[in-house]
């Protein structure tokens, strides 16, 4: 093979492995990055009684203003739908690792994409991740329940 052949190869591979030539790892994909963020998050709400917003991790998966709004209602004591925000539960079981469901990611016109999650064996929870890229990667920016309006 020659050298020209392997300067036009060899990135491709890195790029396929999600290493680009500077070194760095890619940017996760948004279905991976919504899993991830799933199985941190259920870790990290069963092993901490400290609760998961409070986590400088979290700046790894949720955007800046939505955790920033999220903490401020946290403090107030009033957690949208007076439930986990992320959960759409008031408790979370053991059961919801093993049983963590990602979707394909489905990207809509104005740059967000969005990624169908569900977890639980008896009792299913359904929700919409929407993520928006800022500062160049995927950030949770919201999530929403599937159950009827009431």
């Known amino acids: 093979m020659g050298i020209t052949r392997c300067l036009v190869?060899?990135?491709?591979?890195?790029?396929?492995?999600?290493?680009?030539?500077t070194g760095r790892c890619a940017e996760p994909e948004p279905q991976q990055l919504v899993r991830s963020f799933y199985l941190w998050y259920f870790m990290?709400?069963?092993?901490?009684?400290?609760?998961p917003l409070h986590s400088d991790d979290m700046h790894a998966y949720?955007?800046?203003d939505t955790l920033k709004r999220l903490r401020a209602?946290?403090?107030r004591g009033t957690l949208p739908g007076d439930m986990d925000y992320f959960l759409k539960a008031q408790d979370t079981l053991d059961?919801?690792?093993?049983?963590?469901?990602?979707?394909e990611a489905?990207?809509?016109?104005d740059g967000t994409v969005?990624?169908?999650?569900s977890?639980?064996?008896?009792?299913?929870?359904s929700t919409i991740v929407f993520l928006k890229k800022v500062g160049g990667a995927f950030r949770i920016v919201k999530v929403d329940d599937t159950f009827p309006y009431n």
């Open 62 to 64: 949720v955007a800046a």
């Open 114 to 117: 969005v990624v169908p999650v």
């Open 44 to 51: 990290k709400s069963q092993n901490t009684s400290e609760h």
């Open 106 to 109: 489905i990207a809509l016109g």
């Open 119 to 125: 977890f639980g064996v008896e009792e299913k929870i």
């Open 73 to 75: 209602d946290l403090a």
């Open 95 to 103: 059961e919801w690792p093993e049983s963590l469901k990602v979707a």
């Open 9 to 21: 190869v060899l990135p491709a591979l890195l790029c396929l492995f999600g290493f680009s030539l």
